[in-house]
C-alpha cells in the first residue's frame, strides 16, 4: 500500500468520528431527557446538514484548484472550528463549532475520495476505495464510544481537543506524504451538461445504491437499540448490535475491493447483492428479541460493505478524470440524503403504525429498488465503463 493513502485513510476516519464522536452524550447536554434528546439530535443535524449543503461546491472547487489544497484546507479547518469550543467552552460556541466542523468536512472528505480515485490506477481502485471505507467504518465504530470515554474524563472540551488534534496531524501528515495532484484542463460545462451528466445512469444507479446503504446503516445504528431495549434487553446487548453492524461493513469493504480488482467480482452483480443482502436485513429487523437485532446487524453491514467500496468505483471508472472532484461530492450529497431520509421515513411509518412496520417498509423499498435494478439492463457505456474499462477508455464530460 503506498504510504500516500493513509492520511486519506486517515481523514476518512477523521470526518467519521467528528460526525459521531458527540452521539454517545445524550444526558451531557441537559438535565431533562427531552430537552437532551432535542440537543443532540440537532447538533448531529448540524454536521450533517452543512455536508449536504457544501459538499458538490468544495468537491467542484478541488477540480478547479487541486484536491491536494482543499483537502488541507479543509482539515485545518475542522481543527480550527474544533479549537473555537476549547478554547471558548460555552453552548453558543458549541453550536457555532459544530456547524464550522460540518462545513470542513465537506471540504475534506470528497476530496480525500478524489485523491484516492486519481492516485490509483482503475486495477487498483476497488481495493483503495475499500480500505478507504474501512477506515471511515471504524470512525462511525469508535466515535460513540471513544467520544464518550472522552466527555467522561474531561467533557466536552477534551473531545473537542481531540478533534482538534485529529485535523492538525492529518492535515500535516497529508501536506507531507500526499503528492500534489495538479487540477486537469476542462471544458466548459453549462449547468444542463451538469444535469445531464448528474442523471446520467451512469451516475444515478451508483449513487442511489450508495444512499440505500447509507440509510440502511443509519436506520439500524439508530433503531436497531431500541427494538433491543423495547424487548428487554440491556446496553451491553444493543450496543454490541450497532458494533457487529459496523464491524461487519468494515471487514467486508476490503475484501469486496480485492475481489472487484481481481475480476472475481463485477460492479453490477455485487450492487446487486448488497442491496438485497440489506433488505433483507432490513427485514430481518422485524424478528423479535436478540435474534432480529443481531441478524439484522450482520446484513445490513455485509450489505453496506458490499456497496460502498463498489459504488464509488463505479462512479470513478465512468468519469472524467479532471471532474472527480465533482462527481465525488455530487455523490457524497447522495449518501448524505440517504443519511437523513432512511431515519426520517421509518420514523414516519413507525409514528402511524409500530417500527415493525418501519422496518418492513424500509425492506420493501430496498427490495423494490434491487429487482428494479436487476431488471434494467444496463447500457453498453455503463457496461463497460462501469466493469471493463481502462483509464484512457472513460466517457469525457
Not at 465537506?106 to 481502485?125: C, E, H, T, W, Y
Not at 440505500?212 to 445504528?221: H, N, P
Not at 441478524?295 to 460493505?305: C, K, M, S, W
Not at 434491487?370 to 472513460?394: G, I, M, N, Q
Amino acid at each position: 500500500m503506498s504510504r500516500s493513502m493513509w492520511p486519506l485513510y486517515a481523514a476518512g476516519f477523521t470526518t467519521a468520528f467528528g460526525a459521531h464522536g458527540i452521539a454517545a452524550n445524550l444526558g451531557g447536554f441537559s438535565d431533562d431527557a427531552v430537552s437532551s434528546l432535542l440537543v443532540l439530535g440537532a447538533l448531529l443535524a448540524l454536521y450533517d446538514g452543512a455536508e449536504v449543503i457544501l459538499k458538490p461546491v468544495f468537491g467542484t472547487l478541488s477540480d478547479r484548484i487541486g484536491a491536494k489544497p482543499v483537502l488541507l484546507g479543509g482539515l485545518v479547518a475542522f481543527a480550527a472550528a474544533s479549537a473555537l469550543y476549547v478554547v471558548a467552552d460555552s453552548s453558543g460556541w458549541l453550536w457555532a463549532a459544530r456547524l464550522g466542523q460540518g462545513a470542513a468536512a465537506s471540504a475534506f472528505s470528497p476530496s480525500a475520495s478524489a485523491l484516492v480515485a486519481r492516485l490509483n490506477p482503475a486495477a487498483r481502485r476497488g481495493r483503495a476505495f475499500g480500505s478507504y471505507g474501512f477506515y471511515k467504518s471504524i470512525g462511525y465504530t469508535l466515535g460513540p464510544l471513544l467520544g464518550g470515554v472522552l466527555v467522561w474524563a474531561g467533557g466536552l472540551r477534551l473531545l473537542f481537543t481531540v478533534m482538534m488534534l485529529c485535523g492538525a496531524v492529518v492535515a500535516v501528515w497529508a501536506w507531507a506524504a500526499v503528492p500534489e495532484v495538479p487540477p486537469l484542463p476542462r471544458q466548459r460545462q453549462t449547468v444542463a451538461d451538469l444535469a445531464r451528466r448528474l442523471s446520467d445512469r451512469s451516475f444515478l444507479g451508483p449513487t442511489a445504491a450508495l444512499a440505500a446503504a447509507t440509510a440502511a446503516l443509519s436506520v439500524g445504528v439508530g433503531f436497531l437499540p431500541v427494538s433491543g431495549a423495547a424487548a428487554g434487553l440491556g446496553t451491553i446487548a444493543t450496543g454490541a448490535a450497532v458494533s457487529v453492524l459496523a464491524a461487519a461493513a468494515a471487514f467486508v469493504q476490503p475484501r469486496t475491493g480485492r475481489a472487484l480488482d481481481q475480476g472475481r467480482l463485477t460492479i453490477r452483480t455485487g450492487l446487486l447483492t448488497g442491496l438485497f443482502a440489506t433488505a433483507i436485513g432490513m427485514a430481518a429487523a422485524t424478528l423479535p428479541g436478540l435474534t432480529g437485532v443481531l441478524l439484522a446487524g450482520v446484513l445490513i453491514g455485509i450489505g453496506t460493505g458490499i456497496i460502498t467500496p463498489l459504488g464509488f468505483s463505479a462512479l470513478a471508472a465512468s468519469t472524467s478524470e479532471e471532474r472527480m472532484g465533482q462527481t465525488m461530492g455530487s455523490a457524497e450529497l447522495g449518501r448524505e440524503m440517504g443519511d437523513a431520509g432512511g431515519p426520517l421515513f421509518v420514523a414516519a411509518v413507525a409514528a402511524a403504525t409500530t417500527l415493525t412496520f418501519g422496518y418492513a417498509a424500509l425492506a420493501v423499498v430496498l427490495a423494490i429498488g434491487a429487482v428494479l435494478a436487476s431488471l434494467s439492463r444496463p447500457k453498453a457505456k455503463d457496461a463497460t465503463s462501469a466493469d471493463t474499462a481502462p483509464d484512457s477508455a472513460r466517457p469525457t464530460a
